[in-house]
């Protein structure tokens, strides 16, 4: 099994090289965290969004506003 995030499936990718009997299963629940429609954006786009400021105020692990969500 394997987090969608891309460098997690490369580890996988490279884990399973050679072993064709085992398929490679991506879920969705399995990730960092989630960021709504930030996700896959650009900083510098980012930075021009007013919840952007609210990024630095909020602990690691805290619940952000975040667009979409």
């Keep these: 099994m394997s987090s969608p995030l891309e460098r997690c499936r490369q580890t996988s990718d490279v884990l399973l090289e050679g072993r064709k009997d085992i398929p490679l ?11 709504g429609d ?20 909020t602990s690691v692990g805290g619940d952000l506003p975040r667009p979409g969500r």
């Excluded at 900083?43 to 007013?50: E, N, T």
């Design 25 to 35: 299963h991506v879920d969705e629940r399995v990730g960092e965290c989630r960021y």
């Design 38 to 57: 930030w996700t896959g954006q650009e900083l510098k786009k980012l930075v021009k969004d007013p919840l952007w400021k609210v990024v630095p105020a």
